[in-house]
């Protein structure tokens, strides 16, 4: 298949003969085009809207004017999983790529979308939209670089705090008063480094030295998970997505599964969560009765509230 940069059109080095055209292919085009789709099979590139315009040159070759809206909206979809955390492939539009279809499984899976399959659907669509507006939000509003500057966040840090309130706001469906309250003992614990080790073992926020292990008794990722039934939990739920427990969308996808189901067969973190945490209105009880019963916790209170308080006011907006 030969681009040509002059009009950017696609020339399939073939001239059409409409009246030789194989009948087999007439229906498969004709089906195509009745559904309102078409692919492009060099490029994996789906396309969910008209097929492509035909055009004829000069010289009386057919070409092929390839939907540009279509491509740039796959594009789109490709770096809103990369601003979340999901993507790592070239932003090329192709949505039937292995890297793609990886990275939409996994938020799928993160986010609770069923019945897509790794196909990014309606409903894929309505909940990446609705998680990256939020997520972008958050990043780019004056309160988060406040709270970067405030407390000495790196840019990592930074994007872990603005992705840690879409997923508890749109991923969990909490408060933004809940929500805060969370995250100011997060902020305390682990400063939004999904790969921190709070015992002083590694200089900085990020100990990429630390060889993870479930029987070491230390305190590891988002929220400083030790116990070791916790941290096999955790390293169960990056297994199952393929993800390394530093990743951060694993770290809060094994958080909604201790809170909202079990782990190993242990639900106490689920009664607690129901019964005695997500039952509170206000930023401060959030914030004391997450400490108290999911973090085992209660040491620094006052600082998790004031940090709780400035993330509300940062995102409440949001």
Known sequence: MKIDSSNHLINYKKIYDENNI??????????????????????????????????????????????????????????????????????????????????????QKVYGVSGENGNYGSRTRTKLTSVYNTYLSAYNSQGCTNLKQQYGLDYTEKANMARTWAFLRKGMGLTAKQSAGIMGNMLLESRFSSDNV???????????????????????????????????????????????????????????????GSVNGNSSYKYWWENYVVTQTSVQNMCDRFAEYIEGNTGSRETRRANAQAIYNAFSAF
């Open 198 to 260: 709070n015992e002083g073992m590694y200089p900085g926020d990020h100990d990429y030295n630390y060889s993870y292990s479930t029987n070491d008794g230390v305190a590891y990722g988002l929220i400083q998970w030790r116990d070791s039934s916790r941290k096999q939990g955790l390293l169960n739920k990056a297994g199952e997505l393929g993800l390394s427990v530093s990743n951060l969308n694993a770290q809060l996808a094994y958080l909604r599964q201790e809170l909202t």
């Open 22 to 107: 194989s009948s087999e292919k007439s229906k498969k085009e004709d089906l195509l085009h009745s559904e309102g789709k078409r692919s492009d099979k060099e490029s994996g590139v789906l396309y969910s809207h008209a097929p492509a315009t035909k055009y004829s040159d000069r010289d009386g070759i057919v070409v092929m004017k390839a939907a540009a809206s279509d491509v740039y909206e796959n594009q789109q979809v490709q770096s809103k999983l990369s601003s979340l955390g999901f993507y790592s492939g070239p932003i090329d539009g192709n949505l039937n790529s292995s890297v793609s279809r990886s990275a939409i499984t996994v938020f």
